[in-house]
Nanobody, 120 residues
Framework: QVQLVESGGGLVQPGGSLRLSCTASGSILSINAMAWYRQAPGKQRELVATVISGGSTNYADSVKGRFTISRDNAKNMVSLQMNSLKPEDTAVYYC??????????????WGQGTQVTVPS
C-alpha cells in the first residue's frame, strides 16, 4: 500500500507565502507524475500544478508565475512553493501521485488534504 502525507498548510495574509510538502511512502517501485490539486468550498477539485519524473512542470493559468512545483525523486517528495497568495487561493490542497506499486501495477493515490487560508 502507498500513503501520501502532506504538511505546510495554514493561514497567511494576502501577498504572503507558504510551502506545501508531500511525501509518499510504501511499496513504491517508481512514481510517474506528482501533482497538487485544490478544492475551494462549493467548487470542484481543480488541478494546480504537475511535475513528471523527468522534471517537466505544468501549471494552472491562475497560479502561473506565483507557484512553483518541485520534486525530490530520491525522497518521493513533491513540494509546492506558493508566493503572492490571494484570497482566491483559499482551499484544501491535495497531493496526488501516480505510483507504480511493487507487484501491483500502477494506481493513483491522494493525500488527506491540507487547508490553506488567505483572508480577504
Amino acid at each position: 500500500q502507498v500513503q501520501l502525507v502532506e504538511s505546510g498548510g495554514g493561514l497567511v495574509q494576502p501577498g504572503g507565502s507558504l510551502r506545501l510538502s508531500c511525501t509518499a511512502s510504501g511499496s513504491i517501485l517508481s512514481i510517474n507524475a506528482m501533482a497538487w490539486y485544490r478544492q475551494a468550498p462549493g467548487k470542484q477539485r481543480e488541478l494546480v500544478a504537475t511535475v513528471i519524473s523527468g522534471g517537466s512542470t505544468n501549471y494552472a493559468d491562475s497560479v502561473k508565475g506565483r507557484f512553483t512545483i518541485s520534486r525530490d525523486n530520491a525522497k518521493n517528495m513533491v513540494s509546492l512553493q506558493m508566493n503572492s497568495l490571494k484570497p482566491e487561493d483559499t482551499a484544501v490542497y491535495y497531493c496526488h501521485a501516480h505510483v507504480i506499486v511493487l507487484g501491483r501495477g500502477s494506481n493513483d493515490y491522494w493525500g488527506q488534504g491540507t487547508q490553506v487560508t488567505v483572508p480577504s
